[in-house]
T-cell receptor, first 116, second 114 residues
């Protein structure tokens, strides 16, 4: 079945450590995204990539880094520079839209990061 | 910049009744799209319905319909005949034409009572 796979589902890290969240898709989508969700709140865009070897900062990119070496993969690294990294992280991909606007996002099941 | 506002943080609805979730938006783009997503307690985001700014008719998908009032910049979601499985967070989102970045509202938590 086609879809988006995020791993790990749950992750604990100590302060000062970098951690990388994996996101793999087999939907053949060009665009991929990383969103952060804090408890009881909406999603905020961290980074997005519209094509291999290219990515752009979203609204809250500070303390995060990404790479897009393959179409299928868009890993997110939460660095020690991120002041408050405990959150739920969602990866998504999208197809080209119909008409004038972009298509819907397809989401993974998320990764919950807790900093101890 | 685009902005989505969902003013209802949470609401209860009786099973089999209809519920309306409010969503207002602010954008300077003449062409845009509006989405509603459902997030159950498991965390994944499930696409429900889409409305384009130039669509003449309100979007419908099964028990979901979108009450789109362009002049008022509102895109309310109506869920008819609520089911226990509808208990979840619901998010409204906007994207500008030819863009890929969705901007999400803060969400509304719905709890369906038996």
């Amino acid at each position: 079945d086609g879809g988006i796979t995020q791993s790990p589902k749950y992750l604990f890290r100590k302060e000062g450590q970098n951690v990388t969240l994996s996101c793999e898709q087999n939907l053949n989508h060009d665009a991929m995204y990383w969103y952060r969700q804090d408890p009881g709140q909406g999603l905020r865009l961290i980074y997005y990539s519209q094509i291999v070897n290219d990515f752009q900062k979203g609204d809250i990119a500070e303390g995060y880094s990404v790479s897009r070496e393959k179409k299928e993969s868009f890993p997110l690294t939460v660095t020690s520079a991120q002041k408050n990294p405990t959150a739920f992280y969602l990866c998504a991909s999208s197809i080209p839209g119909t008409g004038l606007v972009a298509g819907e996002l397809f989401f993974g099941e998320g990764s919950r990061l807790t900093v101890l | 910049a685009q902005k989505i506002t969902q003013t209802q943080p949470g609401m209860f609805v009786q099973e089999k009744e209809a519920v309306t979730l409010d969503c207002t938006y602010d954008t300077s783009d003449p062409s845009y799209g509006l989405f509603w997503y459902k997030q159950p307690s498991s965390g994944e985001m499930i696409f429900l319905i889409y409305q384009g700014s130039y669509d003449q008719q309100n979007a419908t998908e099964g028990r979901y319909s979108l009450n789109f009032q362009k002049a008022r910049k509102s895109a309310n979601l109506v869920i008819s005949a609520s089911q226990l499985g509808d208990s979840a967070m619901y998010f409204c989102a906007i994207v500008k034409a030819a863009g890929n970045k969705l901007t999400f509202g803060g969400g509304t938590r719905v709890l369906v009572k038996p």
